[in-house]
């Protein structure tokens, strides 16, 4: 489960990091400025006021406005919603300095995202490694431009830390599957049109050897989708129920029963997807300096003592964190990368986010317990910092990804 | 500038490894305590550092330095933190060498680096007036005399002292309304009349001393730095130093760490390795992560002082407060998860915990950095 709202980073791109400029680099960058501001709508160009303004596509997604439809459909066309995918399948087929550009450019114009999409984040590397040539050609496309959207079938009320304990049972019967069983905290399930979905397709097999990874639309008869309420108030994932629910068994991605290797590569995307939430976000204030121009100071110094010093505590885990992620990034280009980090990205980020909406509700007073109404956008700041206290349970427990380190990194045993 | 290593500071990194590792490992520093070496470290030692190049490291190649930087000298210094190897590197190679070439004075520089570099001249630099960390406090006075200075004051923890050749003194020679106007810099002789010096043995067997200035002349030449203008020399001296002894300590989290990591693979209760429990494990796994913060944080702040960026104060005290932090926890830990033997002399162990003290309290502590940090970042 996963949800971009509570904050909705760019990626570690954003980051600082010197980059020497080739001829062709520069010419590539000129160009990219001048496409987008001819094409980026003048709508488009400010930050997402609320998740209501994020496009999300889809078969039955309702567009804001006809400049978020022409934006989505020229950066689609462009396949810059997925820069870094091959264009064979829709994308924009740009390297990793040509991406860094891109988006570089983009931030230079206060661009919105033209697509938050799952299938770009998570289906579609896993597609692009696993699937074979067909399922490429048939699901990459649509994803790039937005016309389907992806939702994803991973824990289930028994299988939450212990996630290869995955009961649902898709049985083999000759031409298809049939899917039965449940999955819950699948995000934004009520609007997914397809799911890709872990099931289990060997029961006898040990737990980890016995998980299948399958596509399937979710309009296919027998599946029921209800939205949780959580403590935020809002429902941003879902329980889906299973029918005897027909698979062609073309929609099975890789090996059969060797899907726990698709699980835990898209794990790890998460994983380092959900981490970007522990950097700040480009073009918002600081924590810091969202405590002055609430609180005040005194010749520069935060009037609240105790305050400034966990403040201070906070932005210099921030600021480690940030350079942490520049060094990891850094090091992969120079091949000298340690792996397998990605777990404590996931824990120290998704700590470091709650402690970040710890301190802005302590910062807004009375404010900030605003629940409804106009000046606190319907309750926004205290919704988002409830939600954050799910950060460090999806995707991965913060428990879990410390059990992770243990064992892998560190080698301890047991 | 990408966060890793080129090839040249890898390779000094590896010779600095092998080098300690073979010359002065732990024991070495435990040698020194039981023989009661006055010195507190090894003048052979010493020399053959000297050899590799390390007091060299950031003098210009004009002054008969490497010219290699303080991403260099910082990698060594991050492996002397792991070995625990007394040396005047940081007193010296780093903190006096810094601030000479910091205060642009020509002559001084022509003078010193070149024997600073061949190992013939020890510095020491003297700007403390209280226990605590406040280089903007000045009540050292240098009032004008015919051919230059006289000085009166006193000067706390000043690192290697004993064996200084001379001082970096900061003195007030104007008062103003801002603490750290009117402040200048002298170069002072050891052997300069009215200068006397008290030298204390620290808790991790190395050295600080009290200097008392008693009418001190000073001769003109021997002011480094503009006149009532040294105090954004010498700040910026110390942030090199707190980036040097941030490296330090890095180190001394890494190895206290990989060794407390062994250490839970090997110790056996109930029958098992004590590292199958989860309450241990996971406060390695978030050890673990600490350190690698401050991998992150050093390698940028070195970079830092090679490219002159102006991030510099803010990095040197988000280093200085991060590793300090991080360090205490890691020999803590280390300590904690060794148990008993944890607590013996004559397990290493402790020996770690006593230097990150040390480094903590000098050149400000967490506190003091994280204070700045704030106030640098605006609040």
């Not at chain 1, 409804?372 to 990804?401: F, H």
């Not at chain 2, 007091?55 to 210009?60: D, G, K, R, V």
């Not at chain 2, 006075?141 to 970096?168: C, Q, T, W």
């Not at chain 2, 990591?261 to 004590?274: A, D, H, S, T, W």
Request: hydrophobic share 40%; aromatic share 8%; net charge negative.
């Amino acid at each position: 489960m996963i949800d971009f709202f509570v904050q909705n980073n760019t990626g570690p791109y954003g980051l600082s990091g010197a980059l020497l400029m080739s001829e062709e680099l520069i010419t590539f960058r000129a160009e990219v400025r001048d496409w987008l501001v001819e094409n980026c709508p003048e709508e488009m160009r400010s930050p997402l006021r609320s998740e209501k303004d994020a496009c999300w596509g889809g078969r039955n997604f309702t567009f804001q406005s006809e400049a978020q439809r022409l934006w989505l459909e020229r950066m689609g066309e462009k396949g810059w919603t997925a820069p870094a995918w091959p264009k064979e399948y829709g994308g924009g087929g740009l390297n990793r300095q040509q991406v860094k550009i891109l988006k570089q450019e983009m931030t230079r114009i206060n661009a919105r995202g033209a697509l938050y999409s799952f299938g770009i984040s998570m289906l579609g590397p896993a597609l692009l490694k696993y699937g074979n040539e067909e399922q490429k050609q048939k699901f990459l496309p649509s994803i790039v431009r937005g016309e389907i959207r992806w939702c994803q079938g991973y824990s289930e009320p028994n299988a939450g830390s212990d996630l290869a304990n995955l009961q649902a049972p898709a049985v083999d019967m000759g031409d298809r599957y049939i899917l039965n069983g449940s999955k819950i905290w699948t995000s934004y399930g009520d609007f997914g049109d397809w799911m890709f979905c872990l099931v289990r397709t060997d029961p006898e097999a040990t737990k980890h050897q016995g998980i299948s990874f399958m596509l399937f639309d979710m309009q296919t008869p027998g599946i029921t989708v209800k939205p949780i309420l959580l403590i935020s108030g809002r429902s941003p994932f879902c329980e889906v129920f299973f029918e005897d629910v027909k698979i062609p068994k073309d929609q099975q991605v890789g090996e059969l029963n060797k899907g726990w290797s698709i699980a835990k590569y898209l794990l790890t995307h998460e994983r380092e997807m959900i981490s970007w939430t522990g950097l700040s976000q480009s073009g918002t204030k600081s924590v810091g300096e969202t405590a002055m121009e609430t609180i005040g100071g005194s010749d520069g110094v935060l009037d609240d003592a105790f305050l400034r010093t966990d403040i201070a505590k906070f932005e210099a885990d921030e600021m480690a964190f940030a350079l942490t992620i520049e060094r990891a990034r850094d090091e992969v280009k120079a091949g000298v990368s340690l792996g397998a980090v990605s777990s404590w990205f996931k824990y120290f980020g998704t700590e470091l986010n709650k402690q970040r909406y710890n301190l802005l509700m302590d910062i807004g007073g009375s404010d900030a317990l605003a629940w409804t109404g106009e000046a606190s956008n319907d309750g926004k700041l205290a919704r988002d910092w409830l939600r954050t206290k799910g950060n460090s349970i999806e995707g991965g427990t913060s428990e879990i990804q410390l059990n992770i380190v243990a064992k892998h990194i560190l080698g301890l045993p047991g | 500038m990408a966060l890793v290593l080129n090839e040249e500071q890898t390779m000094l990194r590896d010779a600095a490894k092998d080098f300690l590792n073979a010359r002065a490992p732990l024991s070495h520093l435990r040698q020194l305590r039981d023989d009661d070496v006055a010195e507190g470290f090894s003048t052979e030692l010493w020399a053959e550092m000297v050899e590799m190049g390390w007091a060299a490291i950031i003098i210009p190649e004009a002054h008969g330095g490497l010219e290699y930087g303080y991403t260099g000298l910082g990698l060594v210094l991050e492996e002397t933190g792991r070995t625990l190897t007394p040396s005047p590197l940081l007193s010296t190679a780093l903190l006096g060498t810094s601030a000479l070439i910091l205060s642009g004075n020509e002559d001084i520089c022509a003078q010193w680096l070149p024997q600073i570099a061949a190992g013939e001249k020890l510095l020491a630099i003297a700007f403390e007036e209280s226990a605590h960390h406040r280089p903007a406090t000045v009540n050292c006075r240098a009032e004008p005399e015919d051919n230059g200075y006289v000085l009166n004051g006193s000067k706390f923890a000043v690192m290697d002292g004993h064996v200084a050749d001379a001082f970096i003194v900061s003195a007030r020679t104007r008062s103003g309304e801002n603490l750290s106007e009117g402040v200048s810099l002298f170069l002072v002789a050891n052997d300069t009349p009215g200068l006397r010096i008290e030298t204390s043995e620290l808790l991790d067997n190395h050295r600080n001393c009290v200097i008392h200035l008693e009418g001190v002349s000073v001769d003109r030449s021997r002011l480094i730095g503009p006149l009532h203008g040294g105090f954004p020399i010498l700040q910026k001296a110390l942030d090199r130093g707190r980036i040097g002894m941030a490296a330090e300590m890095l180190g001394i989290a890494q190895e206290t760490f990989e060794r407390t990591m062994q250490y839970l693979k090997e110790r056996k209760q109930f029958g098992v390795p004590i590292g199958v429990f989860q309450a241990l494990q996971h406060r390695a796994a978030s050890l673990f992560g600490e350190i690698e913060l401050c991998k992150s944080v050093v390698l940028k702040a070195l970079q830092a002082i090679d490219e002159d960026s102006d991030e510099v104060p803010i990095l040197a005290s988000l280093a200085k407060a991060k590793c300090g932090q991080t360090a205490s926890l890691a020999t803590a830990e280390g300590i904690q998860m060794h148990g008993g033997i944890g607590m013996t002399d004559e397990f290493d162990i402790g020996f770690f915990m006593k230097r990150w003290r040390t480094l903590n309290q000098q050149l400000g502590d967490h506190r003091y950095h994280l204070d700045r940090f704030a106030t640098l970042k605006g609040y």
